[in-house]
């Protein structure tokens, strides 16, 4: 039987990480079948969380495809934006990456917590992660979503029929994901390259 991970274009699990250098189409198509979880939480409060992280999907991209031979990894890209002015791409990937972060902590907090319901696990994985950056008009918006969560219940049944595959594709998914999310974490922090972005 098909699952959610199973309908994705790709998954975490498939982005190739070499030397802690991250593939930037791989990611980008990961990302992509990340935000539609989004879809099966299935209440427009989302909207603007996925809209938030195609835009800045949107914006790694297209520096992607301006040079895809110098922007193949995430990290080159920074790099290579890091010397000029603009870094929309930049600004694109630290955002994206704190959304991927809300996500993945989430995600975390519910497959930690079996019996909790998702409105608490979200909105615990809001106030360490997302939080902290939003200012006092994105906060209610985040706020209001969190608890327009389905019941954990219905939102598993829709992630696929066979909980023990599901169960078993979530923790690999998710494993991955937070890989890859701290990577780009530690690899921002280490040349400060989220600074007034």
């Known amino acids: 039987m098909s699952t959610f991970f199973d309908q994705s274009k790709r998954s975490f699990t498939e982005v190739e990480v070499t030397d802690n250098k991250i593939n930037t189409s791989e990611f980008l198509e990961a ?6 979880l989004f879809d099966l939480l299935g209440s427009s409060a989302f909207s603007v969380v996925q809209s938030d992280m195609t835009g800045n999907i949107t914006k790694i991209r297209n520096k992607l495809l301006e040079n895809p031979a110098a922007n193949g990894t995430l990290q080159d890209l920074v790099l290579a934006e890091a010397a000029g002015k603009s870094k929309t791409a930049t600004q694109g990937l630290l955002w994206l990456s704190r959304g991927l972060q809300f996500t993945s902590q989430a995600m975390r907090e519910t497959v930690n ?4 319901e ?3 696990t979200f909105t615990d994985a809001y106030s360490k992660t997302l ?3 939003h200012g006092m008009m994105i906060r209610p918006i985040f706020k ?4 327009a969560c389905p019941y954990r219940k219905d939102f598993f049944e829709k992630l696929g029929a066979d909980q023990d595959k599901v169960n078993q594709q979530l923790e690999e998914w998710l494993k991955a994901l ?3 999310v701290q990577i780009i974490m530690d690899f921002f922090a ?4 989220g600074k007034g972005l």
Do not use: D, H, Q
Not at 144 to 147: D, E, F, G, V
């Open 144 to 147: 209001l979503a969190m608890k």
């Open 190 to 193: 280490s040349g400060n390259y």
């Open 31 to 36: 990302a992509e079948s990340l935000v539609k």
């Open 113 to 116: 917590n079996p019996t909790t």
């Open 178 to 180: 937070e890989n890859i």
């Open 118 to 120: 998702l409105t608490k």
């Open 131 to 133: 939080s902290k950056y």
